[in-house]
Nanobody, 124 residues
Framework: QVQLVESGGGLVQAGGSLGLSCVASTVSRFLLSLYGMGWYRQAPGKQRELVASTRRSGSTNYAESVKGRFSISRDNAKKTVYLQMNSLKPEDTAVYYC???????????????WGQGTQVTVSS
């Protein structure tokens, strides 16, 4: 099994920055490079959305609402994925979930691994 352990959530003022980290805890033979890695978020009463992802090729994708403000990166050797969030807005308030996709975000999320979620709150 793959366990994703997140850190970095908290409260920040609008316009501020916050960085999230996610470490994959698994067997020694696990290779993060074989997985697409991403961050989802879900606000109360809202649909869960994929806000940022990095595929096995190294390419990145962002939701339109966060383009230019968020940056996803990974360190395969450290089995860690990061989400740097800048110029935060109140509408960014949500629970953020780390995600590992063996299908490299090519289809459904069946078989994906999920973090426990971390709360990000942006005040105005």
């Amino acid at each position: 099994q793959v366990q994703l352990v997140e850190s970095g959530g908290g409260l920040v003022q609008a316009g501020g920055s916050l960085g999230l980290s996610c470490v994959a805890s698994t067997v020694s033979r696990f290779l993060l490079s074989l997985y697409g890695m991403g961050w989802y978020r879900q606000a109360p009463g809202k649909q869960r959305e994929l806000v940022a992802s990095t595929r096995r090729s190294g390419s990145t994708n962002y939701a339109e609402s966060v383009k230019g403000r968020f940056s996803i990166s990974r360190d395969n050797a450290k089995k860690t994925v990061y989400l740097q969030m800048n110029s935060l807005k109140p509408e960014d308030t949500a629970v953020y979930y780390c995600n590992a996709d063996p299908k490299d975000y090519s289809g459904s999320d069946y078989g994906n691994y999920w973090g426990q979620g971390t709360q990000v709150t942006v005040s105005s």
